[in-house]
């Protein structure tokens, strides 16, 4: 089992920045690909970042050049640094983990955490 704890989501205007924290635990040896997706109200989850345990850095169209995912091993913890937010970036953001070298889809992934809330105002 792997144990997925999100933090960092709040209330920041458009422009602004977050920095959202996954923070995992558990049998994590097996982990390939950490990703994080969205939900918002009245839409289906969406694929915004990955990171293999290569390094390698996936993300979707509409958050390239404002959002950056990175880990820091020794914690365990993955990141995902959001810039020049906008009110299209208000969801619930997800923190998730696979062991498959595919990304892009939620069936790939073996475990979520909670979810952590963003709200960006206009």
């Known amino acids: 089992q792997v144990q997925l704890v999100e933090s960092g989501g709040g209330l920041v205007q458009a422009g602004g920045s977050l920095r959202l924290s996954c923070a995992a635990s558990g049998r994590t040896f097996s982990t390939y690909t950490m990703g994080w997706f969205r939900q918002a109200p009245g839409k289906e989850r969406e694929f915004v970042a990955a990171i293999t345990w290569s390094g390698n850095t996936y993300y979707t169209d509409s958050v390239k050049g404002r959002f950056t995912i990175s880990r820091d091993n020794a914690k365990n913890t993955v990141y995902l640094q959001m810039n020049s937010l906008k009110p299209e970036d208000t969801a619930v953001y997800y923190c998730?983990?696979?062991?498959?070298?595919?990304?892009?889809?939620?069936?790939?992934?073996?475990?979520w955490g909670q979810g952590t809330q963003v709200t960006v105002s206009s």
């Open positions: 998730a983990s696979g062991r498959s070298r595919r990304y892009q889809g939620s069936n790939n992934y073996d475990y």
